[in-house]
């Protein structure tokens, strides 16, 4: 899921949905599988998604074709563009006026189900003899189970990767990154490519941003986390002395006159890290496969590889996915599992990959893309160093994330040393979750 969707679902979520529970929609009748269509009347479903608005997206292609092979059912797609989706869906839960079916992004996955809103699938798919959950990449269906129960069905993902901007490399006559690169390796490659001009810096090296997803896999690296393993405590992870030590250096990439990485306020200014990556402005980022649609838009000439090691080999890596839940209050449960399949099926999982902004879910299109992708190739290997982060394995998940997100922001700001920041960030952490 694209980071700025998650990080606006994850602030709203938890306020929202306390109001579930006891709303009463208009659209939503509880535990009724089906209404069926008595009458002759089709059954209406709606579906949603973030994104894509246009005429000829793939998801509007997919609902013309569910209603063509489906004449009992009537599918309504309402894409929410930009960054309204969170704030749309959250509150169309809690009013009980949200569409059949709904896209979910991983880090918000556990949140979703933790509040109820989503119905899990494990009995629809025993009684369809004709689904087979072995179509699917296993890492992602493995993603898509919370406590034993399956409630998500893939539409694509991303891993996380190394993306290069090779015209800066080649100007600078450094090689690019290998596979043996350990993160110290790329810290020292982002100084021979930082360039400043009478005091003003019009290049930087990598991006040392706030988004939490890099900074994981960093820390990973580094034998550590936010939190501990159940997501039930911060208190000696969050602010671990191998913690302090990792984000020590880390923040000290954006910070001083000797920085390789953006300020927020820098990448604010030249107008975001895409950009300045497009604009020969930034050598190196971590992000995923999603920034494609950008790059080959522009003339930049650029490379992906491996998210680097760990002093000690370790390496990790985070899948960006989001899958199809089911509204736990909709009239039509089975409708809408018939649905879910079309939207997560062979089909859309080609329609969505051929033009190489994301990953296929299925193991068949999969492995037909790694038999002709060569240049994106050590994006779709960095599947196999993938993680959890604390949002997939608790529902105390946001509370770890919205703690750390604060402490580094002081930190960014000068307001507390990393240690202090950490400290009180874990206090805070461990204060809410009890």
Partial sequence: MKKTVSMKIASVLAGVMLLSACSAGNTNTGNNESSGNAGGKKVQLTFTTWGDVT?????????????????????????????????????????GTAAD?????????????????VEPLDDYIAKDSTFDLAMYQKDLIDMERINDKLYYLPKDFNPLALWYNKRIFDE????????????????????????????KYTQFGFNAGTWEYPIYTYLWTNGTDIANEEGTKAEGFMN????????????????????????????QTMGGDSSMFMTDKLAMMVTGRWIKSDLDKSNVEYGSALIPKGADGERAGIIAAAGWAMNSKTKHKAEAFELMKWLSGTDAQKLRSKNGLVLPATVAELDQVKTTEEKDKPVIEMMNFARK?????????????????????????????????????AKTADSKIK
Avoid: C
């Avoid at 979910?104 to 933790?114: A, C, K, P, Q």
């Avoid at 006559?173 to 005091?199: C, H, I, R």
């Fill in 55 to 95: 005429s000829g997206s793939s998801e509007q292609q997919l609902a013309d074709e569910f209603n063509a092979a489906h004449p009992d059912i009537e599918v309504k797609f309402e894409p929410v563009p930009g960054d309204g989706y969170a704030t749309k869906l959250t509150t169309s839960l809690a009013s």
């Fill in 101 to 117: 079916v709904f896209l979910i992004g991983e880090g918000d996955f556990y949140s979703y189900v933790d509040k109820g809103v």
């Fill in 172 to 199: 600078a006559g450094v090689p690019y990154p290998s596979d043996d690169w350990t993160w110290d390796d790329m810290f020292a490659t982002a100084k021979k490519l930082t360039k400043q001009e009478n005091g």
């Fill in 240 to 267: 671990s002395e191998k913690t302090v030590q990792a984000m020590e250096k880390y923040v000290a990439l954006s910070k001083g006159d000797g920085r390789v990485s953006p300020t927020p306020q820098d990448t």
């Fill in 389 to 425: 982060p604390v949002t997939m394995r608790s529902a105390n998940g946001p509370i770890f994330k919205e703690a750390f997100t604060q402490a580094l922001e002081k930190i960014l700001l000068g307001k507390l040393d990393v240690k202090s920041a950490l400290d009180e960030a």
